[in-house]
């Protein structure tokens, strides 16, 4: 059974950082275009990051650019993102995504997989 699993929301004020993890197994670390994906409250889920497994190509959204960084540790089975200079519109339910597309991709269809979500808030 396919699991991922997302840690490290939580409540933090405006200009601060968190560091996502999730969880899943090495083949699919290795092996699936990972993604994370965000959903506020009254809007519909958009896309944040991915990072494809082929050839290590990541994507960002505009809105995260520069702020969030997407990556992998195999050797602990886990999808990072790491989020910087935080803003309230970054509050949200963060989801981890894996897709089997060799490609980057940034829409929700492509996704096969999806963890439960971890709730992030930004305070002003």
């Known amino acids: 059974q396919v699991q991922l699993v997302e840690s490290g929301g939580g409540l933090v004020q405006a200009g601060g950082s968190l560091r996502l993890s999730c969880s899943a197994s090495?083949?699919?670390?290795?092996?699936?275009?990972m993604g994370w994906f965000r959903q506020a409250p009254g809007k519909e889920r958009e896309f944040v990051a991915v990072?494809?497994?082929?050839?290590?190509?990541?994507a960002h959204a505009d809105s995260v650019k520069g702020r969030f960084t997407i990556s992998t540790d195999i050797a602990k089975s886990t999808v990072l993102l790491q989020m910087n200079s935080l803003i309230p519109e970054d509050t949200a339910i963060y989801y981890c995504?894996?897709?089997?597309?060799?490609?980057?991709?940034?829409?929700?269809?492509?996704?096969?997989?999806w963890g439960q979500g971890t709730q992030v808030t930004v305070s002003t």
């Open positions: 990072k494809a497994w082929t050839d290590g190509r990541t």
């Open positions: 995504a894996a897709s089997r597309s060799p490609k980057p991709q940034t829409t929700i269809r492509q996704y096969d997989y």
């Open positions: 090495e083949f699919m670390v290795r092996y699936y275009t």
